[in-house]
């Protein structure tokens, strides 16, 4: 069964069509990459998956259920919308704490997190208004895996990266899937997502262009 499963969802905001009939779904052990312009419906798309705005009509679930409906969705989805969007004043550590408590989740796995996402003892003890863009990335993956999920959800997870810190966060998420874990990320650029992502769902205005394997849609051009 899909993991993630969008289904003829349409988000307005007054006269403006956010996301206009959106379909398409993500298999377990995929990497989904949700490729289009600024503006194109991404994020909208992907608040309406984590429940944080409602659809219009349509449906967006994550493993099988809307996500407002999971037990324990801390647990079974991880959630990147924005990797700026942290406290600056706070540590990394601290702002795993935050995280765990908000989420109803135990510390234990900071120590874990922060490994796997390759922040030092030392970065995680400096204050994020001194992170690099990359380290604020590495840092809202983090926050992201905190719960173990099955389920990833990452809005512009290579925003701002290096070419050594995309080919990083493709090692991470290819390991993931390996597990069997289901990642939809989105990006505004084809280079970031195309080594990254084994579908791709391409969006323009609101609506589905194309989707189908990497491989299938860029070997097409
Ligand atoms: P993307 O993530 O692809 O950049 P968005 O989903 O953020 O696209 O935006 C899609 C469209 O919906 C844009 O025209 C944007 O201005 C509009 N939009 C998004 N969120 C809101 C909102 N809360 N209120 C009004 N318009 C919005
Ligand atoms: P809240 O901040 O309480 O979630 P909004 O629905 O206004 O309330 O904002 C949701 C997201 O959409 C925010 O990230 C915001 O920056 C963005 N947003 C709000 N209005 C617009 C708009 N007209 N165009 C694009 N994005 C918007």
Redesign the pocket.
């Known amino acids: 069964a899909a993991m993630i499963n969008i289904s003829h969802l349409t988000r307005r ?1 007054g006269p ?1 069509t ?1 996301v206009d009939d959106v379909s398409f779904t993500v298999e377990p052990g995929q990497v989904c990459g949700f490729l289009g312009p600024n ?1 194109a419906g991404k ?2 798309t992907m ?1 309406c998956l984590v429940g ?2 409602p659809p219009t009509s349509g449906r967006a679930t994550v493993l099988g259920a809307e996500y407002r409906r999971l037990p324990n969705p801390g647990r079974q989805v991880g959630i990147m ?2 990797a700026t969007a942290q406290h600056p004043g706070r540590t990394g550590r601290e702002t795993l704490r935050i995280a765990a408590l908000v989420q109803g989740l135990d510390r234990s796995r900071i120590d874990a997190v922060l490994e796997q996402v390759g922040l030092t003892p030392a970065e995680a003890r400096a204050r994020v208004r001194t992170y690099s863009l990359g380290m604020q990335q590495r840092l809202g993956i983090a926050v992201a895996l905190l719960g173990d999920p099955r389920v990833l959800v990452l809005d512009e997870p290579t925003n701002g990266l290096d070419p050594e810190g995309i080919a990083w966060m493709r090692d991470l998420l290819r390991r993931l899937a390996d597990r069997g874990d289901t990642v939809l990320l989105s990006s505004h650029l084809l280079h970031e997502v195309e080594q990254i992502a084994d579908t791709l769902v391409l969006i323009g205005g609101g609506r589905v262009i194309a989707s189908g394997s990497t491989e299938e849609l860029l070997d097409g051009q």
């Open positions: 905001y403006v956010a503006g994020s909208t608040r944080l705005t919308l924005d």
